[in-house]
């Protein structure tokens, strides 16, 4: 049987000391140590939320079934109807804490509206191509 609860010590730049379990994951942020900078542009460690991978995956997952690639007979207008309300909640909700961690998601997103440009242009097929990299 998997216990849930365990004790998990917030590893910064102040606890050096090694633990089992440094990070744990809730309502969809991974909390951990992470890389922070100064206002006087020092680094340093800190304890802080970002989006989980989980959640990543789900969202990936989400966009990968909606199937945008296939669906040449909508408009970009008609697409942004689609996508707009889900994104709009994801990067509120999962923007408040490091936004960057987001960066992967988007790239996806990114390559999906390329794939479609591609499908739905063919004369731009070739060139979108290009744009990808």
Same mark, same amino acid.
């Given at each position: 049987?998997?216990?849930? +609860?365990?004790?998990?010590?917030?590893?910064?730049?102040?606890?050096?000391?090694?633990?089992?379990?440094?990070?744990? +994951? &809730?309502?969809?942020?991974? &909390?951990?140590?992470?890389?922070?900078?100064?206002?006087?542009?020092?680094?340093?460690?800190?304890?802080?939320?970002?989006?989980?991978?989980?959640?990543?995956?789900?969202?990936?997952?989400?966009?990968?079934?909606?199937?945008?690639?296939?669906?040449?007979?909508?408009?970009?207008?008609?697409?942004?109807?689609?996508?707009?309300?889900? @994104?709009?909640?994801?990067?509120?909700?999962?923007?408040?804490?490091?936004?960057?961690? *987001?960066?992967?998601? *988007?790239?996806? @997103?990114? *390559?999906? *509206?390329?794939?479609?440009?591609?499908?739905?242009?063919?004369?731009?097929?070739?060139?979108?191509?290009?744009?990808?990299?």
């Amino acid at each position: 049987m998997r216990r849930k +609860t365990k004790i998990v010590r917030c590893k910064d730049s102040n606890r050096k000391a090694e633990f089992k379990y440094t990070e744990f +994951t &809730f309502l969809g942020y991974t &909390f951990r140590a992470r890389p922070k900078r100064s206002p006087k542009g020092r680094r340093f460690k800190s304890f802080s939320p970002a989006v989980s991978k989980e959640a990543l995956k789900k969202m990936v997952r989400e966009i990968r079934r909606l199937k945008i690639h296939h669906r040449t007979k909508m408009s970009i207008e008609e697409i942004a109807k689609m996508l707009n309300p889900k @994104l709009r909640d994801w990067i509120y909700y999962y923007g408040k804490f490091r936004l960057v961690c *987001l960066k992967h998601f *988007l790239h996806r @997103l990114n *390559l999906r *509206l390329l794939k479609w440009i591609g499908n739905k242009y063919k004369a731009l097929r070739y060139r979108v191509r290009g744009a990808k990299s």
